[in-house]
């Protein structure tokens, strides 16, 4: 299972130093959406030490995990920090946790993460030898990155301190941060850290979380990212899920701008989760009743209802007599005695219809219509 770390963040001190250099602004990271949503959570001074401490299961809610550590306060972790949200966790048992701040609560924000807190060349030599993620507090902006006190000084390249530009740059002036050592040189005391890495890691153990929570039937909030013309993506908390647009409305669309927009929030449920590939198929209709459910309740042979034209093929035209419900007038059942060569000699696209119901199938949504028994059928007024 992925760890996570929470980063830390503390007001930078009025005397921080200008960087010598502007920094470029790097492209949007794939996980930028996570890691805002992460930092701006996770602001909390944390504890001296944010040692290894033993963690006792004390209740499990909906969505938390609260673990006795010793403390007089207890320590929660989400259950998304658990294999399968927390799917069997229950009181009593143990973990190994790292306290890494307080939230608005009070409760201590615990991280599954080890965190090493170097005090040496030996300890900088085990965590650099263990891949392991050390505490460092940022001490100033230089040319080209930053200084981090790891227990030695430490250099941190602008590019993989996980901000955007200068400004964000200097707001770590002053803070706790955690980081990996990708570079260590005991003999001409060269150290370089990683504070993107570590972040990136976090997303995608926070991205895990998420999707193993996720299930086919559940409804969730989402936020329209971006439209195609064979449907939408869909923002689903970090998560991109597929609305195709067979699936937004049970009405015929011919594009999915013309019922949704970018930045539109809406529920959808999902529909499907490929456990190979990942990808979510999610519904909007399905939230409303299917009308071909009631159908028959509403419809009968012989009934007379009125429709718009949707479409025309050269066998005839499909109307729309409700949302969600269409019926075919057949090219022969448009007129008693002129020949018809396509139904656009007698209709076009958005015409208003009436028609009569001449069968109905509901097992196979079909609905028979016809036009010209609108009218009287001139051969039964013919003397006999």
């Known amino acids: ?25 790097e492209p949007t990271e794939s996980f930028a959406e996570l890691l805002s949503q992460f930092e701006r959570s996770h602001t909390h001074k944390s504890e001296p030490g944010a040692k290894q401490l033993q963690g ?13 550590i010793g403390y007089k306060t207890e320590g929660v972790l989400p259950r998304t920090a658990f294999d399968n949200n927390g799917e069997g966790v229950e009181p009593g048992q143990n973990f190994p946790v790292s306290v890494t701040g307080r939230n ?22 085990e965590a650099f030898a ?29 590019s993989r301190s996980g901000t955007r530009d200068a400004a964000e740059l200097e707001k770590l002036v002053g803070t706790e941060i955690t980081c990996r050592i990708t570079k260590l040189d005991v003999t ?40 195609t013309p064979y449907g939408a993506f869909i923002d689903l908390g970090g998560i991109d899920g597929l609305l195709h647009v067979s699936d937004i409305s049970w009405t015929r669309i011919n594009k999915p701008e013309d019922v949704l927009s970018v930045g539109q929030e809406l529920q959808v449920r ?7 590939t990942k990808k979510i198929s999610l519904g909007l209709k399905q939230l409303q009743p299917e009308p071909w459910e009631t159908a028959p309740d509403r419809y009968q042979a012989g009934q007379r209802v009125t429709g718009t034209v949707t479409r025309l093929a050269d066998f005839g035209a499909f109307v729309e007599i409700e949302p969600g419900v269409e019926g075919l007038i057949h090219i ?14 007698v209709l076009k696209q958005g015409d208003t219809v009436d028609a009569v119901i001449l069968g109905i199938k509901p097992e196979e949504r079909r609905i028979s219509l016809g036009l010209k028994q609108t009218l009287s059928d001139p051969w039964s007024d013919v003397s006999r």
């Not at 999902?270 to 190979?276: H, M, Q």
């Not at 022969?332 to 020949?339: A, H, I, L, V």
């Open 188 to 227: 001409d005391e060269d150290v370089v850290v990683d504070r993107r890495v570590v972040l990136e890691e976090q997303a995608r153990s926070l991205q895990e979380g998420r999707y193993t929570a996720m299930k086919p039937g559940d409804t969730l909030a989402g936020t329209v990212r971006s439209l």
């Open 104 to 125: 608005e609560e009070g409760y201590y924000e615990l991280s599954r993460f080890k965190v090493a807190q170097p005090r040496d060349w030996t300890a900088l030599e």
């Open 130 to 158: 263990q891949k392991l993620a050390v505490v460092g507090t940022v001490t100033g902006v230089v040319k080209g990155g930053l200084n981090v006190d790891v227990g030695v000084r430490a250099f941190m390249p602008a």
């Open 1 to 25: 299972m992925s760890n996570e770390i929470l980063p830390e963040s503390q007001p930078a001190p009025e005397n921080t130093p200008k960087p010598s250099e502007e920094i470029t602004a």
């Open 332 to 345: 022969s059942e448009m007129s008693w005695g002129k020949k018809i060569r396509h139904p656009s000699d």
């Open 56 to 68: 006792t299961v004390v209740s499990v809610s909906a969505d938390q995990v609260f673990l006795d």
């Open 270 to 276: 999902i529909l499907k989760i490929d456990p190979e």
